[in-house]
């Protein structure tokens, strides 16, 4: 037949012809299920209610475990033949050996996954390449009733069969399917293409009868059009197998570890099947669940690790969300994540893998480069909206100047079907295919597919180097970036973060859990401090127990639980432990500060309170002991006793309020009926701060119909409707003057004090919210009286900018932005800052400081912050730029509150105020002070925060012997000299220093 009248779709009708003479049943398995609602042990497999099954019948609903027994006979009929089982349980299912451990995985083919990139199905178990016939089949496997994104698929047995496998069928399968897709996409008028359309043609004709002879005869045509070698290529993939794991998300943390055991167990099996097969895998959280849960399997994979042809990936804990995670938890990620894998397996990360998080904070590049770590991985910039990242492979400069390389699969996913389409859009897509010789394929199938089937690996067979594609080795990720490397001078470079325009949901859903975690930061913060210093005069640091919160803290900042995208279950448990984690930090805290205090001498104070301040700088600020307001001075990294009870007030207090006005030294604040503020008025530079004739503070309610991830990105242009105020309180409080405004809606009531206390220009908004709306979002908005084409945004270990306008397509994409402790807009001479102890949503348009407070989108968790939150935002005006105004501190003090600690009167050695830590400049912070990892030594992380060059001395009064910088991984970098206790350190901007102290000898 002439090749213009061959169809595709006759071809194509073949190729599933073939297929369905691969596999032949021949008996039925014996099959019974011991059914529970939550995983239990092997030895106790037997415990669950048991039922007999046949295919059709139902064992579970959703989240139902059950421990499936499989029992049979090979009949004497397969003698000779290869002989497999066929299991499907419309689950995913987890076969275990006699001692229990994970032998394969297999999942349901019922599934939601993108069939374009592969059919998710595993089935097959191999039992007999050759078999005698009278072989028992006696097999126990773990089973989960849901799919491998979570959803319920019936929980029926679809399938449980002892079966011949035609292997000569089963590979011209394979010979056939490459080979037709590669006609799909060659040019209609090439050679190649009219070439192997003809022997596909011919096969199909040959097939029309379809016995063994024939099978053979076909591959046979086929094989001379297999063997065809391209030529020198100017592209070449590498290709790692991956099985991306959500650590959470449509499931449980619980199911996680099985998905992994399912997964991991899956892996092993094909890499003996297939010699060349590489596999890759991610984060140690997930490896030490192996470890913990499933021994035996975990010695299996570091085998395969040893030999080189299993890669363990990523240099964090988790994949963790990049926006939301504090800067010291990133490099916690960092510590924890690159020192478990080279304990336990040699290995050294060179590689950031993050392919799913949402967006990448401008601080990653000097985390990343101060770690030891010159790589990163990632594709979810393929996921933006309005502009298409220019690049695939691109030099990424972060906040300080600090570079890595940086690669996006041009396939635009990591789960690469590995098929002729995936090297066709590699190589048609890749951006920089004119400087660059080298990109990556990752593929498989992730989240409980069990990775790469032998449907990738018997196509990666065929393409090693067929004409027509571009050649692909499977290796492991580090050896592709070494190639990518070689040619680094050739790269674009991509300067500040890496916005991912989609998910500006996520930096508001679930506000509970990222208050808890932001408040767990704050207090690891804290208690580091108050150890460390319990430790240089001779107490005990714990160590073990801070390794085991953080890592719990860091395995709850994974990129779909810290961001709120995740099903119900997962933020119910997560809250219950954020909560007894909290206390258990506070506890230490109180501990540590009490054995500090116990060594300070009160013997002139009748009730002496020891007041402590964590952050660098000395505090002048109001603290409440013993029903008694008192207005305190502390010092930089240090202490303070004061007279719990009585004694005078040092300051003059000037307080006004009234039901519609508060006036302290510095501001008078007018209120509208509405309970709006009207007016914001500075005294001191007579200068108004709410645009005129503008409201400020209204709590706007908007329609929301959008998911946990993204809302609608017009929400601005429907009519928000307003909560109305029901009733006004108004009164002083020692220092404060307070409006206590209580507002309804629909099912919703807010209380918000409204607090001006004296001696500072911050209006607290303290507001507890019992919040029962569906599909809605609650904002909050602040016109004000400056012009600037820019707003400040604090960001991990710095700031960044962020356009006010919407001039191009990339500000208007940027509608929705991340920041931590503040934003601000500055002019020259004047400036607002918006303030918080919780929030991340923001949005800042042309004059507009507006803030995300609640949002209640119905999926993944359909009762999503439908709860009571308790949260301070606060607005404050201020003289001078954001930099002048030092903005950075008045976060830090909105989030780290000065520790007061009551003990009776003693006598102590040290005197009753001091500061073990002080700098001479303004514009550097202190984030931490803890123990070194491996020694008794003091590590102090510092950075610049203001964005230039800095000198400074660091003043240290504790007792130490020598000093070094260190990276973040405490490898010391050089030697420091210093002047006595006087460490002189000099700054570019946003550098971030790490210094160890060793003990005095």
Request: proline share 5%; with cysteine; charged share 25%.
């Amino acid at each position: 037949m002439p090749y213009e009248t061959i169809k595709l779709e006759r071809l194509k009708k073949s190729l599933s012809q073939i297929q369905k003479h691969i596999y032949v049943p021949v008996a039925a398995l014996a099959v019974s299920a011991h059914v529970t609602r939550e995983p239990i042990a092997f030895n106790e497999r037997s415990s669950g209610r048991k039922i007999a099954l046949t295919p059709g019948d139902k064992w579970g609903e959703l989240w139902d475990c059950a421990w499936f027994h499989f029992s049979g006979v090979v009949p004497v009929s397969a003698a000779g033949n290869k002989v497999v089982l066929l299991i499907d349980v419309n689950g995913e299912l987890c076969l275990v050996d006699q001692e229990g451990t994970p032998v394969q995985g297999l999942t349901n083919i019922n599934s939601e996954f993108d069939l374009v990139l592969g059919l998710p199905g595993k089935r097959v178990v191999h039992i007999s390449p050759n078999a005698l016939g009278g072989e028992v089949i006696d097999l126990w496997a773990d089973a989960g009733c849901n799919d491998l994104f979570g959803h319920y698929r019936s929980g029926t047995l679809k399938e449980a069969d002892i079966a011949i496998c035609n292997e000569e069928a089963r590979q011209l399968y394979y010979d056939y399917e490459v080979l037709l897709e590669l006609v799909e996409h060659l040019p209609e008028q090439s050679a190649r293409r009219i070439r192997v359309q003809q022997k596909l043609y011919d096969v199909m004709l040959l097939l029309v009868e379809m016995s063994d002879e024939n099978i053979l005869a076909a591959r046979q045509i086929l094989a001379p059009e297999l063997e065809k070698r391209g030529g020198d290529p100017s592209l070449s993939i590498s290709a790692v197998g991956h099985a991306h794991m959500d650590l959470a998300w449509l499931w449980p943390i619980r199911e996680t570890i099985r998905k992994g055991a399912r997964t991991f167990s899956t892996a092993l099996r094909m890499m003996e099947q297939y010699p060349d097969y590489v596999f890759g895998a991610s984060q140690p959280q997930l490896y030490l669940w192996m470890k913990e849960y499933y021994p035996k399997l975990y010695e299996q994979i570091k085998v395969r690790i040893a030999e080189g042809r299993w890669e363990v990936q990523g240099a964090m804990w988790v994949e963790p969300d990049s926006n939301i995670a504090g800067g010291e938890a990133l490099v916690r990620q960092i510590l924890y994540g690159k020192r478990f894998f080279q304990q336990e397996f040699n290995q050294e990360m060179k590689i950031l893998w993050v392919p799913d998080i949402f967006g990448y904070s401008a601080c990653l590049p000097q985390l990343l480069k101060l770690s030891g770590v010159p790589y990163m991985m990632t594709q979810k910039l393929s996921w933006n909206v309005y502009n298409d990242h220019p690049h695939h492979t691109f030099m990424w400069e972060g906040l300080d100047g600090s570079r890595v390389l940086t690669h996006l699969p041009p396939e635009d996913t990591y789960n690469s079907p590995a098929a002729p389409r995936s090297i066709i859009k590699a190589e048609k897509d890749y951006m920089d295919k004119n400087i660059s010789d080298h990109c990556l394929m990752v593929f498989g199938i992730g989240d409980g597919g069990g990775g790469p089937g032998e449907e990738h690996l018997e196509r990666l067979q065929r393409e090693k180097n067929l004409q027509g594609l571009l050649p692909v080795t499977q290796e492991p990720a580090l050896n592709f970036f070494e190639k990518l490397n070689s040619q680094a001078d050739w790269y674009k470079t991509w300067r500040g973060e890496l916005y991912l325009e989609k998910h500006q949901g996520t930096l508001t859903s679930q506000a509970r859990n990222k208050r808890y975690n932001r408040k767990m930061e704050k207090a690891l913060r804290e208690l580091e401090f108050a150890a460390s210093l319990d430790l240089s005069q001779g107490g005990a640091y714990p160590a073990d127990e801070l390794e085991l919160i953080w890592k719990e803290v860091l395995l709850y900042q994974f990129h779909d639980i810290l961001p709120g995208s995740s099903i119900t279950r997962v933020y119910d448990e997560s809250l219950v432990r954020y909560e007894v984690l909290l206390s258990q930090v506070e506890t230490l805290i109180s501990q540590h500060y009490e054995q500090l205090a116990s060594r300070i001498s009160t013997e002139s104070f009748r009730q002496p309170a020891v007041i402590f301040n964590s952050l660098p700088w000395e505090r002048n600020e109001w603290v409440h002991i013993q029903d008694n307001w008192k207005y305190v001075t502390v010092p930089s990294m240090g202490y303070q006793v004061v007279e719990a009870a009585g004694g005078e007030v040092s300051v003059e207090v000037e307080l006004t309020v009234e039901s519609n006005l508060m006036e302290n030294e510095y501001l008078r604040v007018s209120f509208l009926e509405d309970g709006s503020i009207g007016s914001i008025y500075d005294k001191k530079l007579a200068r108004e701060v709410i645009a005129g004739g503008q409201r400020a503070n209204v709590l706007s309610i908007y329609h929301d119909n959008g998911d946990a991830w993204d809302f609608p990105t017009d929400y601005a242009q429907t009519k928000a409707v307003e909560m109305k105020i029901i009733n006004v309180k108004a009164y002083i409080d020692g220092p404060q003057a307070i409006l206590e405004q209580t507002y309804h809606y629909g099912q919703s009531t807010l209380v918000q004090k409204i607090i001006l206390t004296s001696q500072t220009k911050r209006v607290d908004f303290d507001t507890f919210v019992d919040w029962q709306e569906n599909d809605k979002m609650l904002r909050a908005a602040f016109p004000v009286q400056v012009y600037t084409n820019s707003v400040n945004c604090d960001i991990q270990f710095g700031h960044i900018k962020r356009q006010t306008h919407r001039n191009t397509s990339w500000d208007s994409a940027k509608d929705e932005i991340c920041a931590h402790q503040w934003i601000d807009l500055s002019q020259h001479d004047y400036g607002v800052a918006l303030l918080n102890d919780s929030k991340y949503g923001f949005k800042a348009d042309g004059n507009v400081l507006d803030i995300n407070l609640l949002r209640s989108p119905s999926h993944p968790d359909p009762v999503c912050d439908r709860a009571q939150h308790q949260f301070v935002y606060s607005l404050l005006p201020h003289e001078g730029d954001f930099v002048q105004a030092q903005i950075y501190k008045e976060g830090y003090v909105l989030n780290v509150p000065l520790r007061v600690t009551r003990i009776d009167s003693n006598v102590g050695e040290q005197a009753p105020s001091d500061s073990f830590y002080e700098l001479d400049s303004p514009y550097v912070m202190i984030e931490a002070v803890k123990k070194a990892e491996d020694s008794n030594s003091i590590i102090i992380r510092l950075y610049e925060t203001s964005g230039r060059n800095v000198e400074t001395n660091l003043q240290v009064k504790i007792p130490f012997g020598s000093a070094a910088l260190v990276d973040l991984m405490e490898q010391e970098l050089q030697p420091i000299t210093q002047d006595e206790q006087r460490i002189k350190l000099s700054f570019t901007p946003f550098e971030i220093k790490t210094i160890q102290l060793t003990r005095p000898e």
